[in-house]
């Protein structure tokens, strides 16, 4: 790959439509946009660790589930619902 725009696509690719989970690291605030908009995945972290969009050094409560796109993931007592996470750990 050539291109963060060649990268993004392949990333896309390789997440299959699945919508669960990616990590992008970038400064550029455009491209971590795009690429979020393109996987809308239910959890979605810029510059950490997957890890960081369960609420482990992140936003948000810890919900471990490997069913977040299904509506079982990511949900609290008070709400029950899907919940779309973005964590943004560093940046400008």
Known sequence: M???DEAI???AKCEGGNHHTAVIHSLNVE???KMERLLNCSLFVKN??????????????????IASPTGDGFTSA?????E???ALI???
């Open 78 to 82: 008070r709400t029950f619902t899907r």
């Open 2 to 4: 050539n291109t963060a």
């Open 48 to 65: 950490g660790s997957s890890y960081n969009g369960l609420g482990l050094n992140g936003p948000g409560f810890t919900s471990f589930t």
């Open 9 to 11: 696509e392949f990333a």
């Open 84 to 86: 779309k996470r973005t």
């Open 90 to 92: 560093e940046g400008q």
């Open 31 to 33: 491209r971590l946009s």
